[in-house]
């Protein structure tokens, strides 16, 4: 298991990531407008997405379903939403 640590951005975000990847979600999202897959899902689940610190759909396809559907904010109704959206960029959820 690795740990998740608190990083704080250049521009003053905090975030918590386990990898050692230093990318700022919320800087990463503020980059990429093309990163539509949040905007067709419910506030909920986008918000639970955001707050998980998946903001795009490569982050999306590291999880698996019961991870994601685990996540408070995500229901059933989001699943398909979110598989066709990694379809569409030729990925899928984690097995
Ligand atoms: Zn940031």
Known sequence: ???KTLR??????????????N?????EKDNKPTEDFLARLSS???NA????GITTIE?????TEKEVLKLHGIGRASLPIMRTA??????????
């Open 49 to 52: 997405l955001v707050h998980e």
């Open 44 to 46: 909920p689940a986008r």
């Open 23 to 27: 990318t700022c979600p919320k800087c």
């Open 59 to 63: 982050q999306l396809a590291q999880y």
């Open 8 to 21: 704080i951005c250049e521009k003053g975000h905090r975030y918590y990531k386990s990898s050692d990847c």
């Open 86 to 95: 990694l379809e569409e960029k030729g990925l899928s959820f984690r097995s």
């Open 1 to 3: 298991m690795t740990q």
